[in-house]
């Protein structure tokens, strides 16, 4: 990835293609992978150094992860209205995943709650401003017609560094032990990649939407907008409703984490938990999609909120070690 990167850099033409994509597609890939890979190695252990080295009550740890996610959502929608405010895409984007890198030494020479939950807040922080720009850049580096293949890749790459961050801090921890403090720093090293990379080989392209694809030209808002966002208001309306519902009891992985390490799971062992939960989410986006194309996509929720329902009392219920695997 990093050579073809580097095979690009000697180009001339902004438009040029790196495995049939944008660069700038590309570039914003490969960050994500290597930020991904920085976030997981991390995020499996937060709650086990939270309650295990500073012993933290579970309850706080929630508070801890609440913080974090809430300021990581309110924070995406501002960056989505100051990146087409200002037109920097890039430097939002570059900011963003800075300080996300910035948080892995504050997490490694945390000896607080107050100071993991700093360095969980910063780490958000990141995630919220760099998200909508991320995004309008690889939508204004791609032909209408290859979005789907852009957000594709870009979401694949997401996926495989959620697999490779948990396998690297598994490593680390075979290694060392009760490593916790290990893994914070060693993961400073894909997060500096990741920054690296932005700064290196995205391109800002001030002024453009979508690119039209070839022989189109650029289309205005169509007459019947109007009309049909009130077709839809209702049902939008009832799924916001079912997903807030949901969200209340979607409670944050970190105590699905404590819970199994409370069944005896070794702490080396979490980070591939972890990684089994990702694949096994990498591996079923695919067919879940081309099963709500074939039965509809109203059954397929339905089946997810129960399987979701069923793995929350399968966790509550297991007596066992061997259970946290199920």
Not at 7 to 20: H, Y
Request: hydrophobic share 50%; glycine share 12%; with cysteine.
């Amino acid at each position: 990835m990093i050579s073809a990167l580097r095979n690009f850099s000697r180009g001339t033409s902004s438009r040029r293609k790196i495995w049939g994509l944008d660069a700038n597609v590309f570039s914003a890939g490969v960050a994500s992978f290597f930020m991904d890979v920085s976030t997981e190695m991390v995020y499996s252990l937060v709650p086990v150094f939270l309650s295990s080295v500073l012993g933290v009550n579970k309850s706080l740890i929630g508070v801890i992860e609440g913080i974090a996610e809430t300021t990581a959502s309110l924070l995406k929608m501002f960056a989505g209205w100051l990146s087409d405010k200002l037109g920097r895409r890039k430097s939002l984007m570059l900011f963003g995943y800075t300080i996300s890198t910035l948080s892995r030494p504050l997490l490694a020479v945390s000896g607080s709650w107050g100071m993991v939950l700093g360095s969980r807040f910063v780490d958000r922080f990141g995630k919220g401003v760099r998200t909508a720009p991320r995004d309008a850049i690889v939508a204004e580096s791609s032909d209408k017609r290859e979005l789907g293949r852009s957000f594709g890749f870009h979401r694949a790459m997401d996926q495989f560094g959620a697999v490779v961050g948990p396998a690297l801090a598994f490593l680390v921890l075979a290694l060392r032990p009760e490593g916790y403090r290990t893994v914070f720093w060693v993961s400073l090293i894909p997060g500096a990649i990741c920054v690296t990379v932005i700064a290196l080989f995205i391109r800002e392209r001030r002024g453009r939407g979508v690119r039209a694809s070839a022989g189109g030209g650029s289309e205005g808002p169509a007459r019947g907008d109007g009309r049909a966002l009130r077709r839809v208001r209702g049902p939008l309306l009832a799924y916001l409703a079912v997903m807030a519902v949901f969200s209340l009891g979607n409670s944050s992985d970190a105590f699905l984490i404590l819970r199994a390490r409370d069944l005896q799971v070794a702490t080396a062992m979490i980070p591939m938990l972890y990684l089994v939960f990702n694949l096994l989410y990498a591996v079923f986006s695919i067919p879940a999609g081309l099963l709500a194309d074939r039965i509809g996509r109203r059954r397929v929720a339905l089946l997810g909120f129960a399987l979701f329902a069923g793995a929350y009392a399968w966790m509550a219920l297991a007596g066992s070690q061997a259970s946290a695997w199920g």
